[in-house]
């Protein structure tokens, strides 16, 4: 079985390092990915991805990104839900990144 994910976007939104209650750190960043192809109206779209970095990675991405980077990300794809307020399941994927590339400079 192979999971792999490889992402080349920019960063939406700034990650924001926190700490699990073991110690551990970690942050959550988004990053808008273009599709490789055109709508019907003739343009590219993007989609925004959740990826969740730990520990080094997070420090490190931190430290080096700014609004409109453009990273190159390798991970995995996970799935998680959650019971939403009236008692439904939500579910959602993330990429959790092993490795960030900084492809633009600060």
Do not use: H
């Not at 992402?7 to 273009?34: H, N, Y």
């Amino acid at each position: 079985m192979l999971n792999q994910v490889v992402l080349v976007g920019k960063v939406v939104r700034l990650p924001e390092l926190k700490e699990t209650s073991s110690g551990v750190k970690f942050a959550d960043i988004l990053v808008e990915v273009e599709r490789n192809f055109k709508n019907s109206q003739g343009e590219y779209e993007n989609d925004t991805i959740l990826c969740t970095l730990w520990r080094t990675v997070a420090e490190t991405t931190i430290e080096q990104c700014e609004l409109g980077s453009l990273l190159g990300i390798k991970g995995r794809l996970q799935s998680n839900s959650y019971e939403t307020k009236d008692n439904g399941r939500f579910y959602y994927c993330e990429v959790i990144a092993e490795k960030v590339s900084f492809l633009t400079t600060k």
